[in-house]
């Protein structure tokens, strides 16, 4: 059973630069795609991007994302990871990875809740 | 890109059948077989109940079925249970962005089980 673990702080300053990790259990990123998902608190879902190792790691992010976002790969690891840029409050929201096919979504992390405050 | 258009809410009493739909536009929904379905209850992660139209992943019930005409796509639950209250979120690949493509999702609807 595929099982994913999303960690990092919970806390970022404004115009920081918010950093999450994606741990693997179960299974090997190897082969999927590695999505990074968020919700922003009594919101809906927004898809960030992606990172697709079958093809060397290939990237694709959410357009109106795009300038700010950069997903990465740690296959020593088995982990996923997440970086957002110039973040302002409108970032705050439960962040989660997901693994799927190319356009959906089938196994979840149990989120993680960052904050963007002074 | 412009999130998929979802009613806030519906409502159903056990027993019976309920739908709910998503539209979208030639780009997204009524353009590409590649539209989604997700159940999230309360503080839990989304869990995919429909995918590429009206394929049902394994362990999900067969009272979630899926089907789309045009621009809109839609989630029908047949013979409601108390458990199926939860959000509810569409989701579709798009192509009006960029040459990759992305996905966008639907703004959710609440599902009371009365």
């Known amino acids: 059973q595929v099982q994913l673990q999303e960690s990092g702080p919970g806390l970022v300053k404004p115009s920081e630069t918010l950093s999450l990790t994606c741990t693997v259990s179960?299974?090997?990123?190897?082969?999927?795609?590695w999505s990074w998902i968020r919700q922003p608190p009594g919101k809906g879902l927004e898809w960030i991007g992606y990172?697709?190792?079958?093809?060397?790691?290939?990237?694709n992010y959410n357009p109106s994302l795009k300038s700010r976002v950069t997903i990465s790969e740690d296959t020593s690891k088995n982990q996923v990871s997440l970086k957002v840029s110039s973040v302002t409050a409108a970032d705050t929201a439960v962040y989660y990875c997901?693994?799927?096919?190319?356009?959906?979504?089938?196994?979840w992390g149990q989120g993680t809740l960052v904050t963007v405050s002074s | 890109q412009s999130a998929l258009t979802q009613p806030a809410s519906v409502s159903g009493s056990p027993g019976q059948s309920i739908t709910i739909p998503c539209t979208g536009t030639?780009?997204?929904?009524?353009?590409?077989?590649?539209v989604s379905w997700y159940q999230q209850h309360p503080g839990k992660a989304p869990k995919l109940v429909i995918y590429?139209?009206?394929n049902r992943p394994s362990g999900v019930s067969y009272r979630f079925s899926g089907s789309k005409s045009g621009n809109t796509a839609s989630l029908t639950i047949s013979g409601l249970q108390a458990e199926d209250e939860a959000d509810y979120y569409c989701s579709s690949y798009t192509s009006s962005s960029t040459l990759e493509g992305s996905v966008v999702f639907g703004g959710g609807t609440k599902l009371t089980v009365l």
């Open positions: 179960g299974g090997s990123i190897s082969s999927y795609y």
């Open positions: 990172i697709y190792m079958h093809t060397s790691g290939s990237t």
């Open positions: 590429d139209v009206n």
């Open positions: 030639s780009s997204d929904v009524g353009g590409h077989n590649y």
């Open positions: 997901a693994r799927g096919g190319h356009w959906d979504f089938d196994y």
